[in-house]
């Protein structure tokens, strides 16, 4: 559903107690630059500072799910590990998205997916969602759409927060920020804890957070902003359980709690901007430091990643006409290291040193037409080098003393540097080169209500993982240099109309993906399945009054196989997915809401063939209570899933994985 066009006459901030939208046109950065949300010919949602805190959310899945109507789909009940899905996308969703912090990409190179509890949710200044194809601006990932997530900056003035949260499941969570203003230059600094025992056995996680931030402004009337941040997170997994064990005990666990992660994440960027003689300049970078070490399915592995990350780009013109180049640079390392056990003993039975390096560059322009039209579009030009190197040594080679029935036995086969094999060994480059387009026209039919239609022509490079084994988990061909990137090209016609209190928002879409890749349980390889097609239908509309409003959003998806399995769904996509919220403010101070979401029936990952069982459809209503005894002053009284309605957010192949049932947190968060 396109959430995202819940707004599109307006912002959603916070005044005191209540959501308010302002009926005029809005500044986005959906084009990187700032323009007006009604010239954006997609859909785009703008959630700022105290929409996001009032919204209530423990993390950024949560207040996707709840504002944005992003689907999150969760493996361990908790909503701080798991994939994002949208428009269409079941199995590796998460890959189709493409989320930046602070102008930085979040993902992940291998499909290990994005650790959400390194994220405070309360440092967030603000989030933007755009749906739809994004590959000219974005590049890799962003097929279905991209997440923005810009950290608080420091003001010109002294100002804090802090706040304290209990809840179930032994959740406890402290949160605080403060920064201060020196005439152009900011400084800001806060953290975060938490930790909770999970709502299943053996899901309990921790997090802890700490940051800096600057801003400073120079007198030709730039700005500069960096950031630097410290993040480390331990999870565990409580695996997977059959349909009959979901329904007698959700809570109960088939890991034994030695299934679990640890990750270490560092991450700098810094960005500026500013105006030139002919137009506007930006320059975004960074570095990112990720190290996760993990226990699972008796495998233990240690993973470091490092991102390097480049992107310049001018744009010429202002209203009515416009040209933006601009370029990404893109650099990512991954040192793996497996090991013979789950023990710690140092016995290394695999090592993997993988390199990519991107490069590309783009082309945007927009034009004004006569008849109060505006045509958009642009060119993408990228190219991705992978260097795998990749040891596996010979397993009978690897213990100088073999564990026997009569005792430990010198092992004859010992060797001291073991051979690699040559079956699952492998060295050396791949190239791949991807290419998007764009265009798109715009027709005001009156101030406040336009129709627009659009084509993308979007590209995915397959995760590191997806092309070559060397996470532990072994595939029929190591490397598979013949795995394509995934191209589609999406048709797009929307309307948006806004009045004065009301938004409705309507989109259709057809989303045609070629080489779409999947995991095929059969040849025990990730490859390329074919064609498929996305039709979808996203409706939003929304009423707001002074003290009560409401809103209403809806999507409808067909995702087939077009090839080998004509007519049959995509696995993991629920047909229907919709949700209605309202809050009312009987008193000054005093904010009541609910929120009720549903998701229609969709068939277990794997499940190519659409003959197993299906995750069951499932509705999930969620209250709260907001009060300001005091200024600066709040307190909020939670209730999610208020109904404890047993429910699967995923399944494979007849594993489900159990999402939360009731939970009631409290909230105190003071402001100055």
């Known amino acids: ?58 993390s950024v899945p949560e207040l996707l799910e709840k504002m944005a109507g992003v689907r999150f789909r969760g493996y361990t009940g908790n909503g701080t590990e798991g994939q994002l899905a949208m428009r269409g996308f079941g199995d590796n969703s998460g890959l189709r998205v493409l989320v930046l912090v602070d102008g930085q990409a979040y993902n992940a190179p291998d499909m290990g997916g994005i650790n959400w509890a390194g994220v405070d949710v309360e440092e967030l200044e603000v989030v933007e969602v755009l749906r739809g194809g994004q590959s000219v601006i974005y590049g890799n990932h962003a097929v279905s759409g991209v997440i923005k997530l810009q950290t608080r900056q420091p003001g010109k003035d002294l100002e804090g927060r802090a706040s304290a949260t209990l809840g ?32 299943r056995e053996h899901s309990a996680g921790k997090a802890r957070s700490a940051h800096l931030g600057w801003r400073v402004e120079t007198k030709g009337g730039s700005e500069w902003s960096g950031r630097f941040s410290l993040d480390r997170s ?81 744009k010429w013109g202002g209203d009515g006409r416009w040209l933006m180049l601009g370029m990404d640079l893109e650099q990512d390392q991954l ?10 003993e140092v016995i290394v039975r695999s090592w993997a040193d993988v390199a990519r390096t991107t490069a590309g560059a783009y082309a945007f322009a927009s034009r004004e037409l006569a008849g109060d039209m505006e045509l958009s579009g642009g060119l993408r030009l990228e190219n991705a080098r992978t260097d795998n190197t990749y ?41 791949k080169s991807g290419w998007a387009a764009e265009l798109s026209l715009l027709k005001q039919l009156r101030p406040g209500l336009n129709l627009w239609t659009g084509w993308d022509r979007v590209y995915r490079y397959p995760a590191l993982d997806e092309a070559a084994a060397y996470q532990g988990y072994p595939l029929s061909d190591p490397l598979n240099t013949g795995l394509e990137p995934e191209t589609g090209h999406n048709l ?47 409706v939003d509309f929304s009423y707001r009054k002074d003290r009560y ?15 080998e399995a004509v007519g049959r769904r995509v696995p993991l996509v629920p ?22 979401r549903y998701l229609s029936s969709q068939f277990q990952g794997n499940d190519f063939a659409n003959e197993f069982r299906e995750i069951p459809g499932y509705g999930l209503l969620d209250l709260s209570l907001g009060w300001e005894p005091l200024p600066g002053w709040s307190l909020l009284l939670a209730v999610n899933n208020a109904a404890d309605r047993t429910h699967a957010v995923s399944a494979y192949s007849g594993g489900f994985y159990p999402g939360a049932g009731r939970t009631v947190q409290g909230r105190i968060r003071y402001t100055f």
């Open 168 to 199: 179930s499941d032994g959740l406890k969570r402290i949160s605080a920020g403060l920064g201060q203003g020196f005439g152009q230059f900011g400084l800001r600094a806060g953290g975060s804890w938490s930790e909770t025992d999970g709502y």
């Open 492 to 538: 797009e016609a929307g309307l948006k109309w806004f009045g004065t209190n009301w938004d409705l928002a309507c989109t259709a879409f057809i989303l045609r993906m070629d080489d779409e890749i999947a995991y095929d349980d059969v040849e025990r390889l990730n490859r390329n399945i074919g064609s498929t097609v996305r039709r979808g239908l996203e």
């Open 234 to 314: 331990e999870l565990q997994f409580p695996g997977p359980l059959t349909y009959a064990q979901m329904l007698e005990d959700p809570r109960q666990s088939t890991g034994s709690g030695r299934d679990l992660s640890e990750t270490d994440i560092r991450q700098a960027t810094l960005r500026g901007r500013g105006d030139w003689s002919h137009g506007q300049w930006q320059l975004a970078g960074g570095a990112l430091d990720r190290e996760r070490a993990w226990n699972l399915d008796g495998v233990r592995a240690d993973n470091r990643q490092k991102r390097y990350t480049l992107s310049p780009r001018v």
């Open 575 to 596: 047909a229907f997915e919709g949700g209605i919220s309202g809050w009312w403010k009987p008193v000054s101070g005093l904010r009541l809401q609910a929120n009720w």
């Open 1 to 58: 559903m396109l959430a995202g066009l819940l707004v599109l006459g307006g912002r959603v901030s916070g005044q005191g107690d209540e959501a308010v939208t302002e009926l005029s046109p809005y500044e986005v950065e959906a084009w990187h630059f700032d323009g007006l949300a009604m010239e954006v010919p997609a859909g785009v949602l703008r959630l700022e500072g105290d929409a996001i805190v009032s919204s209530g959310a423990g």
């Open 391 to 431: 040891v596996r040594y010979k397993e009978e080679q690897l213990r100088p003393v073999l564990e026997t029935n009569r005792g430990p036995y010198p092992n004859p086969n010992y060797k001291d540097p073991p051979d690699p094999d040559p079956d699952l060994s492998f060295d050396g480059p791949v190239d």
């Open 549 to 563: 409003g409401t809103r209403l959003h809806m999507g409808l998806v067909r995702a087939e196989f077009r090839d």
């Open 335 to 344: 040192d793996y290291t497996d090991y013979a056990d789950a023990t710690g």
